[in-house]
């Protein structure tokens, strides 16, 4: 991982001693950040609901802009109507975050059984190598789209913070290791 992350330029050669404290520290912060968002799951969903609807209005905001520098009005109209519907969406989203999270965990919920499906008719269609880990994957991808869905409308109020905790706390696990092994191989 360590000769992964100097090959590809995020630490430069010899500056993994500097670098190492720096992905600690970051990694103990984002790990902090899941412990704290953990001990409320229901308050780190909304956030996560508020961050996507604040994302939304922006984008909308900028398409707008966007539409008004277009030289013809089919194009103009289409960006405007565009950007007017984002703007909608995410003063919703703004507004009632919980309805917003029902509604984004039933399209997790879709994508994954969606993803998932594919991947076993791609596997099953072609038996080369790794095609069982591809299998495996979308049987378990199509398993967590069920269990999804059959708790919902329930689960949309935990699990968008669930997730957010767990990818929290993994990726800051993650930088310490990488800051740990910087220091350690001193490059």
């Known amino acids: 991982m360590v000769a992964w992350i100097i ?63 277009m030289r013809s009005w089919g194009r103009m109209a289409f960006l405007i109507v565009s950007g007017l519907l984002y703007l909608a969406a995410g003063a919703l989203t703004i507004y009632d975050p919980r309805f917003a999270a029902g509604m984004i965990v039933l399209l997790l919920a879709a994508v994954l059984g969606g993803s998932g499906i594919a991947r076993v008719v791609f596997a099953l269609g072609r038996h080369k190598a790794g095609w069982g880990w591809m299998l495996a994957s979308g049987l378990a991808s199509i398993l967590a789209a069920v269990i999804i869905a059959m708790g919902w409308p329930f689960n949309a109020l935990w699990l968008l913070g669930f997730l957010l905790v767990i990818d929290l706390i993994f990726q800051g696990v993650m930088m310490i290791f990488v800051g740990v092994n910087l220091r350690l191989a001193n490059v």
């Open 7 to 69: 090959g590809q330029g995020v630490v430069p050669p010899g500056d993994g001693t500097r670098a190492g404290p720096w992905f600690i520290g970051i990694g103990l912060v984002l790990a902090l950040l899941g412990l704290v968002a953990s001990v409320n799951l229901l308050f780190a969903t909304i956030a996560v609901t508020y961050t996507i609807g604040a994302m939304m209005f922006v984008a909308a905001i900028f398409q707008l802009i966007h539409a008004f520098a």
